[in-house]
C-alpha cells in the first residue's frame, strides 16, 4: 500500500508534463536563444548591432522566458484543464527558489571563468553544456518518473559530443546545440501533445463539479 | 489473525478510517501532493461518479481534513478542493502509522 500511495503522487508530479506544452515552451525558449546565439556569431564584433545584443541579453531571454510561461498557461486553460482538470502545486519554499538560483549562477559563472581562462578548449563548451543539460535532465527524470526526459538530455550530450568533435565550439556551436535541443524538445512536446489529445476526451460543456 | 494478536488488533483500529478508506485515501494523497485540485482531476484520478466523489468529499469537509472552494472559470462552474492543516497532520500520522505497521510486520514474519 505505501508503494501505492507513491505511485499516486508520482502520477501526481507527471500530470503538468502529461500534455507535452512545458516541452514545448522549453523548446521554443531554447530556439530563441539558438537564434540569439546565432545573431551573436554572424554579426562582427565591436559593432554596435552587436553591443547592443550582447546588453540585451539578460533581457531577451527573461522576456521570452515570460511570455512562453504565459503562453503555456493559457494553453493549459484552453486545452488540458477542461479535459483532465486543474491541479495547482505549491510554491517551492523561498530557500530551495534561492538554492537553484545561485546554483544556476554558479555554474554559469564557473563555465565562464574555465572559457575566459582557457582552462578548456572553447570547443569543448558544446560537450560541457551537454553534460550539463544531461545532468538535469536525470534528475527531472528521476523526480518525476517520466523516462523522456533523460532521453533527452542523452541526445543533448551526443549533441554535444559530435559538436565538440567537430570542434564547433564558439556562439555558432552553441547556436546550433541549443537549436537542435530546442527542436528535440519541440519533438517529444509535440508527440506528448498528440498522444494526451488522442487519449484524452474533449471537454463536455456540462459543469465542473457537484 | 486479529484475534491471535491483539496487539495487531489494537494498532488496526487506530488507522485514521476516514481516511483509510480506498477511494478517500487516493483524494487525500492527491491534495498531499499539491496545493489544490479540482473535482475533474479528483474524478479522473479516482474513478468515482460524480455523486460518489461528492459524497467523500463531504465527508472529508465534515471531518476538517479538505476544504471546498466554488468557484467559477471562464463562466464554468469550478469546484477547487485542498487538504487543510488538519487534513494535512492526519495523512501524516495515517502514513506514519501505516509505515510502522507494515515495517513492524514484515520484520516478525
Known sequence: ????????QTRTTQYWFSDGLYELAFGALCLVLALYL??????????LLYSILVISFVLVMLGSGFLLTRLMNVFKARLTYPRTGYIAYPSKPRRTRWISVLLGMCIGALMGFVVVRNLISI???PLVTGLVFAFVMLL?????????????GFIALVIGGALSLAGIGDSLGLSIFYGSLGLTFALS????????LHSTATPQESSNGE | MANDHPDLARRIAEVDRLIHEPARLVVVTILYTVKEADFLYLQRETGLTKGNLSSHLAKLEEAGYIHIEKTYRNKIPLTLCSLT??????????????????ETELENS
Not at chain 1, 546565432?38 to 559593432?47: M, S
Open chain 1, 1 to 8: 500500500m505505501k508503494d501505492d500511495l507513491k505511485k499516486i
Open chain 1, 189 to 196: 512536446g509535440a508527440c506528448t501533445l498528440r498522444s494526451y
Open chain 1, 140 to 152: 527531472v527524470g528521476l523526480r518525476t518518473g517520466l523516462l523522456r526526459f533523460p532521453l533527452i
Open chain 1, 123 to 125: 570547443s569543448l563548451l
Open chain 1, 38 to 47: 546565432l545573431a551573436q556569431a554572424l554579426l562582427p564584433k565591436g559593432t
Open chain 2, 85 to 102: 492543516e488538519l487534513g494535512r497532520k492526519a495523512f501524516t500520522i495515517y502514513r506514519d502509522q501505516l509505515k510502522h505497521f507494515i
